[in-house]
């Protein structure tokens, strides 16, 4: 099978990236004002630097989460992840890692997310060919998540 034959399994996973003054409670605050809207908080990745702080976030209801961003001023870019399901991370990740490298995808970033509804752990990729690496993927035997998926 062709692996650029995409079959569309859902909306992909939307990632966003927040930028946070880098003081005590910014995050927290941004997880309060999701919340306050019934949007809960799935994957979480935090980078600082001295003057400012991006949360790369994935919530429960992106759409939502974005509208708030946009009324509230609130800085952001978004993007879509690979999520896929890990049965053990050990054995999975090395062959998850493998089979990318394999079809010469690069990750740009990755990040665990928190246990989803069935257990399961889940990795979330940021990859530079996202449908390549969906089609890869899911051809290799990967249980891939989409919003649908992982919205509670």
């Given at each position: 099978m062709d692996p650029t034959n995409?079959?569309?399994?859902?909306?992909?996973?939307?990632?966003?990236?927040?930028?946070?003054?880098?003081?005590?409670?910014?995050?927290?605050a941004l997880v309060k004002l999701l919340r306050i809207s019934n949007i809960e908080v799935i994957g979480l990745s935090v980078q600082d630097s001295r003057d400012a702080t991006v949360a790369r976030i994935v919530v429960?209801?992106?759409?939502?989460?974005?509208?708030?961003?946009?009324?509230?001023?609130i800085p952001h870019t978004n993007c879509e992840l690979v999520v896929i399901a890990m049965r053990e991370s050990g054995p999975s990740l090395l062959q998850c890692l493998d089979i990318l490298m394999v079809a010469e995808t690069n990750i740009d970033f990755a990040y665990a997310l928190m246990p989803g509804p069935s257990g399961h752990s889940m990795l979330a990729m940021h990859v530079e060919d996202y449908e390549f690496a969906v089609s890869v993927?899911?051809?290799?035997?990967?249980?891939?998540?989409?919003?649908?998926?992982?919205?509670?």
């Open positions: 995409v079959i569309d399994h859902g909306e992909p996973v939307r990632q966003f990236s927040v930028l946070l003054p880098n003081r005590v409670g910014a995050l927290a429960s209801d992106p759409d939502a989460a974005e509208s708030i961003f946009m009324e509230k001023g993927l899911h051809n290799s035997g990967f249980k891939l998540l989409y919003q649908a998926d992982i919205s509670r």
